[in-house]
């Protein structure tokens, strides 16, 4: 396992993170304590020091394994948890992202994981309601109360996340180091916005889902839906083609279409990506941990980078048009070296 800078910040985590939602069977899926156990000393013993929970995750007890397991060499594991999302139904101020909510939740996520600090606190995703100065702040007044080291941010615009990272620079409160989106070869529509921000602002990026829920293991092609709906985008044409390439890479090069899917996610050069991976099975921790072993070779990448390609919006699809290039650069921006 090699590892990463956290963002902005000097804080090193390995290079993937794992997810813990199916720690724990009140969804009605997911893994038992011993098998959760398993799968944490799985990833602990291969170098991974990156938890990723949240206070929704199976009801709490995701945080509940977690304190367990970390409580014999807690300041080596790097703690992420969330707050946004509602721990108790029909109460509104026991969701969202306000100041009465953040303090409530980060208490509690502290009693179930049995630790004084959380490494690092994720807005789950924004509410389009709170104010981006009584987040900051809030998140500013966690950190120096020491119940919070360093935040991020989960599931939100990039004009948003832009706008609170300059407030809290300006005020001289602490700011996002991090990024969580969906992000993988079915999913690539934060590439116009989400992701130049990401890399702007030096902010680590922690995708979920860079298996797309399975989809892209190829299990699908087989029949097998699972929980999926018939009319999930995972199951689509366009999904179907592009991981039947992943399926094909995959048998040319004698590995998992996991850890081919996995292996495009991160593989970013110049930007910081930190996939998370989550595991109900010791086996599927197994196959994903054996992408750290090899990359994928160019010509893999430009394969999926094609088959995968979404129509660029507006305005980046304006500025790709030849016309708008002669006359923004006078016809002679390839002459310029740019990073």
């Known amino acids: ?54 206070n929704r995750y199976t009801e709490g007890t995701s945080e509940k394994f977690i304190g367990e397991f970390i409580a014999a060499d807690r ?43 959380i490494d690092v606190l994720w807005v789950h995703a924004w509410d389009g309601w709170t104010p981006a100065e009584e987040i900051m702040r809030g998140l500013d007044d966690l950190i120096s109360r020491g119940w919070v080291h360093y935040i991020g941010v989960s599931d939100t615009p990039a004009w948003v996340v832009s706008q609170a990272n300059t407030l809290a620079e ?50 699908y092609l087989k029949g097998n839906r699972g929980r999926l709906p018939e009319t999930s985008s995972r199951l689509s044409e366009r999904a179907i083609l592009i991981t039947r390439k992943v399926v094909e890479i995959a048998e040319r090069l004698d590995v998992t279409g996991s850890q081919v899917a996995i292996n495009w996610t991160r593989q970013h050069k110049g930007q910081s990506m930190i996939p998370i991976v989550g595991a109900t ?31 660029l919006p507006f305005p980046q699809k304006f500025f790709a ?17 740019h990073p």
């Open 1 to 54: 396992m090699n590892y990463h800078l956290f963002g902005h910040s000097g804080l090193r985590v390995s290079e993937l993170s794992l997810g813990t939602m199916g720690f724990g069977t009140e969804w009605k899926w997911g893994a038992d304590r011993e098998g959760s156990q398993k799968i944490f000393d799985l990833y602990a013993h291969a170098g991974g020091n990156f938890i990723d929970t949240a």
């Open 170 to 219: 300006l005020r001289g409160w602490n700011r996002f180091a991090g990024l969580q989106i969906e992000y993988n070869l079915l999913q690539r529509t934060v590439e116009p916005e989400l992701l130049p921000m990401a890399k702007a602002f030096n902010l680590t990026v922690t995708p979920w889902a860079p298996l797309a829920g399975g989809a892209l293991t190829g299990k």
């Open 75 to 117: 300041d080596h594991f790097v703690v992420a948890t969330k707050y946004s999302l509602r721990d108790r139904p029909g109460d509104l101020n026991f969701s969202g992202n306000h100041r009465k909510n953040m303090m409530r939740s980060v208490r509690e996520s502290l009693k179930r994981l049995n630790t004084e600090f």
């Open 321 to 337: 048009e030849p016309g708008v290039l002669d006359v923004l650069y006078g016809g002679q921006k390839e002459k310029v070296k």
């Open 281 to 311: 099975k010791i086996s599927q921790l197994e196959d994903t941990l054996g992408c750290l072993a090899w990359e994928l070779p160019a010509d893999a990448v430009n394969e999926l980078n094609e088959i995968s390609r979404i129509e």
